[in-house]
């Protein structure tokens, strides 16, 4: 998962550069959304560690 969001920042960037900017923040804002419903699914994950 966490390559798919470079991935998504890495194609957000060349659109910016090569002048597609409405693209651009499209996808960035989708890996936002996405980076933050992963960061939340590991921040809410019970640990299994038996101590």
Known sequence: M???LFLL??????CA???IKGAS???FA???VLGLYWF????T????ILL
């Open 9 to 14: 920042v890495f194609v957000a960037m060349l």
């Open 45 to 48: 994950d019970p640990l299994s």
């Open 25 to 27: 923040y499209i996808i």
């Open 40 to 43: 939340h699914h590991h921040a």
């Open 17 to 19: 550069f090569t002048g």
């Open 30 to 32: 989708i890996t936002v």
């Open 2 to 4: 966490m390559s798919l």
